[in-house]
């Protein structure tokens, strides 16, 4: 693996740190299983490819309207659920199936390419550091100060409303917490992260494309899960951090499946040594099995 | 917990450590290139088989001077990213990026490998290149745009009163978009008039066919994977109610459509082939003209299908069966 390579890799696993915060916030937080990420990423690179290549719009503010994009698309998931009653899983389906659409209308087609178009890496260019260097700094950046912001966010006056909201809804609301406002609120942002993802994930990969999203709820998940099963959550910005170590891990199993050929693993074998690997870092840390306990007498050695 | 962390972190710093030390080995005159594909599909792999093909025939061949790296993002785009990435790390000879989205990645990890792609369909409009003739930088390449002029007239003889022709895709596809432009615009030549209906996905494709269905007088499949799922239903449908079926993909007559003209993507990824050699032996890919299959392979392949021809009402001339590469019965 080429240190290019692990700066790609680097590079991808923070877009999707972001990913993983928004289903965290969701999740984890709101105990909403939000579904709309599927379509809100996929959003997000279409809002910033045509705000870029039709509108000649400066990256910044095309993916800060991504963002904008994405809360949207939230918003408008938790507003069935919490108006009209339509469970959760339901509503978030419905904005995914019908963001579809929508992201072939702005695009106006199913794939509108970046390539030769400014984007936010394109500062970089003439640069003595090479531009794969610093395209992974530039994201880390970001990605540590999304971090940060969501970790004060939740510990202000409306962020402790919004974990109450989640943790148990009918004690928030006995308390005054309009649990309804939470979620518009709450899965907004989780929705805002994933399409500000799904921005400088096209940014990076040269192009906005209907079928981006396909997977990626699943991604952000794994991640979630992976990150808090390595990494003590206890706290928020404990659990906010192994979200994003999460993605990384996430990406370097991926990586490591890509490389893998010397095990004798096909092309095709990709998403199966992805899966093995993420199911082995959960057997070992899970002490009730039998095959963690087992990992860990090899790890004592 | 504490305990796990820690063996974790051994066990990934093992793990990283051993990816490190992977990287290949290559000796002088070892020339290597990559191919990578989104999803392994039939006519991409046969693409991928021609382009190996078409090296050997340039005298690259396999386990001799030549090394082929190959990789599939099994449908998933961060995934085609990785790869991207893991190719020009490894400072491979020439890329071979199959498809569009495929192309767009590697076109955008790297302005200095070699980039040689195939089976793009409109490499203009993706902005790989910015036009065929010596197109300039690192990418040229070969387009898999659907011989539609050829196929029309096909069409036109086997259904002589040919006026309106269904056309059912899948608008989230690209190619299948492009397609329906060129259709569009060879059809207005030759008097046909382009009647759309979009399926989204596969289960969209029965409605969408029948809401076709008395008002046109052929229906097309174009080579969209998303409707070619579900050809026979399409056909199906098509004998019940008389309404002949051809497809932008020969692959599609076996499976029961009446007839036509296509590329082989052997011969496709061979043309992509023949120009990768051509990097190899030192030409710069800018300088090498970017090409459209079915311009530069002199024969298309012409199928029919006598039974579904029959089912669907209308008979295929003797002039038609004389030229037919395959003839389904």
């Known amino acids: 693996m080429s240190l290019y390579e692990i700066l790609g890799t680097v590079e991808i696993g923070l877009v999707f740190g972001l990913v993983s915060l928004g289903a965290y916030l969701s999740f984890r937080i709101l105990d909403f299983p939000d579904l709309t990420v599927e379509g809100s990423f996929p959003l997000g690179a279409a809002v910033l490819a045509t705000l870029i290549v039709g509108w000649n719009w400066n990256p910044w503010a095309a993916t800060a309207a991504a963002a904008a994009a994405g809360f949207c698309a939230g918003f408008l998931t938790a507003w069935l659920n919490v108006r009209f009653n339509i469970l959760h899983i339901l509503a978030g389906i419905l904005l995914a199936i019908a963001l579809y659409s929508v992201n072939l209308r702005i695009m106006g087609g199913p794939n509108k390419p970046l390539l030769g178009s400014p984007t936010i890496f394109s500062m970089f260019e003439g640069w003595t550091t090479p531009s794969y260097v610093m395209s992974p700094i530039l994201i880390l950046v970001l990605v540590v100060a999304v971090k940060f912001a969501l970790d004060l966010f939740l510990s202000t006056g409306i962020g402790l409303s919004m974990r109450a909201a989640g943790a148990n809804p009918a004690m928030a609301a006995a308390n005054g917490v309009n649990v309804g406002h939470m979620k518009l609120l709450g899965i907004g942002i989780a929705n805002a992260l994933t399409a500000m993802a799904g921005g400088l994930f096209a940014q990076v990969f040269g192009a906005a494309d209907a079928y981006m999203g396909i997977g990626v709820i699943i991604i952000g998940l794994a991640s979630v899960i992976v990150g808090m099963a390595v990494l003590p959550s206890r706290t928020v910005m404990q659990a906010t951090f192994a979200c994003v170590i999460g993605a990384l891990l996430y990406r370097f199993a991926v990586a490591f499946a890509l490389n893998a050929d010397w095990l004798g693993f096909r092309a095709s074998d990709v998403q199966l040594v992805t899966a093995a690997l993420v199911a082995l870092t959960l057997v070992g840390q899970s002490s009730r099995s039998g095959m963690g306990r087992l990992l860990r007498r090899i790890g004592q050695r | ?329």
């Open chain 2, 1 to 329: 917990m504490r305990r796990s962390v820690t063996l974790n972190a051994v066990l990934l710093s093992a793990s990283l450590g051993v990816m490190v030390t992977m990287s290949p080995v290559t000796a002088a005159d070892m020339k290597t290139v990559a191919i990578t594909m989104i999803v392994e599909v039939p006519q991409l792999v046969e693409t991928k088989d021609g382009v190996i093909k078409g090296l050997a025939e340039k005298g690259f061949v396999v386990g001799k001077n030549l090394k082929i790296d190959y990789q599939n993002a099994n449908g998933n785009m961060p995934t085609q990213q990785q790869i991207a990435k893991k190719f020009v790390g490894e400072g491979v000879d020439v890329i071979v990026p199959i498809t569009t989205p495929t192309s767009q990645a590697v076109a955008a990890a790297t302005k200095t490998i070699p980039i040689v792609f195939a089976t793009v369909t409109d490499p203009i409009k993706a902005k790989l290149i910015a036009h065929f003739k010596q197109p300039g930088g690192n990418v040229t390449g070969v387009s898999d745009a659907a011989p539609i002029e050829a196929q029309l007239k096909l069409f036109k003889e086997i259904v002589p009163k040919l006026k309106k022709l269904g056309f059912v895709y899948n608008p989230g596809l690209d190619s299948s978009k492009a397609t329906l432009g060129w259709v569009q615009e060879q059809g207005k030549k030759l008097g046909i008039e382009v009647v759309e209906v979009a399926a989204p996905t596969t289960n969209e494709v029965i409605p969408a066919t029948n809401k076709l269905v008395g008002k046109v007088d052929a229906i097309y499949v174009p080579n969209d994977t998303t409707v070619v799922a579900a050809l026979e239903t399409v056909v199906k449908i098509g004998k019940e109610t008389k309404t002949p079926v051809f497809t932008g993909e020969t692959r599609g007559v076996g499976r029961g459509a009446i007839a036509s003209v296509g590329l082989n993507y052997t011969q496709v990824g061979m043309l992509a082939g023949h120009m990768v050699a051509e990097v190899l032996n030192g030409k710069k890919p800018g300088e090498i003209d970017a090409v459209i299959a079915y311009e530069k392979i002199p024969d298309n392949v012409v199928v029919v299908n006598k039974g579904s021809a029959a089912a669907m009402g209308v008979s295929i001339p003797d002039a038609v069966l004389k030229r037919a590469t395959k003839v389904v019965p």
